[in-house]
């Protein structure tokens, strides 16, 4: 096999290894999500009250495990974060929870043209080849086109992370900005056809 022509991180995450959260632990991740929602700094727009809040697949990375989420609001906002927490030997209960929590105007209610409503937020750093960084990722999205079955993730032409899509949701951990290159996120349906494709590359950010 030939060398490899670019060193990054691929499949670093655990793939999902629960179901969407329900019941009491839906409820223990809730408060915990609402909690961070209750720090945030809105500069004085209204946020309004959180709604139902949606839950994604479950990633674990660097021995800590993310779930993240998004809920709607009274007034038409979109709150997005996760809740982390420290992997329980078998048998214990998680423990040191964390949670991050922003919010947007942007949704896919006012997009009609987007084929995939991501979220995207830095959980660490890779260092790589000459010392240059990695942002590692954890994206969550759902698809807004029909049959999607897999997301992957791409990092110049290279898949970096997939992710089954379970009840219309996706999470993927990836690494991103890197050497130039930024992830792509691809749907799939179940026989491998692209059916979707975004880039986390922001032009206004340029």
């Not at 898949?159 to 799939?188: H, I, K, N, S």
């Not at 692209?194 to 032009?203: G, I």
Request: aromatic share 10%.
């Amino acid at each position: 096999m030939a060398p490899e022509q670019r060193l990054v991180p691929r499949f670093a995450a655990e793939p999902p290894q629960e179901l969407l959260p329900y019941g009491r632990w839906a409820v223990t991740l809730r408060e915990h999500f609402l909690e961070a929602v209750e720090s945030i700094d809105a500069g004085g727009e209204d946020l309004g009250e959180p709604q139902a809040v949606v839950w994604f697949p479950d990633r674990t990375w660097h021995g800590r495990t993310y779930v993240p989420a998004v809920a709607r609001t009274t007034t038409g906002l979109e709150l997005f974060g996760y809740v982390a927490y420290v992997v329980p030997p078998e048998g214990e209960e998680p423990s040191e929870f964390t949670a991050v929590a922003d919010f947007t105007a942007e949704t896919a209610d006012a997009n009609p043209d987007w084929k995939l409503d991501l979220c995207d937020e830095v959980i660490g750093r890779w260092r790589g080849e000459q010392g240059k960084q990695a942002e590692m990722t954890l994206v969550w999205g759902i698809p807004l086109v029909a049959n999607g079955a897999l997301a992957t993730a791409e990092l110049a032409h290279l898949a970096v992370d997939q992710c089954p899509v379970m009840e219309d949701r996706f999470t993927l951990v990836a690494p991103d900005a890197y050497r130039g290159d930024f992830l792509d996120v691809r749907l799939w349906d179940g026989r491998g056809r692209e059916l979707a494709v975004e880039s986390l590359y922001d032009d206004e950010d340029e």
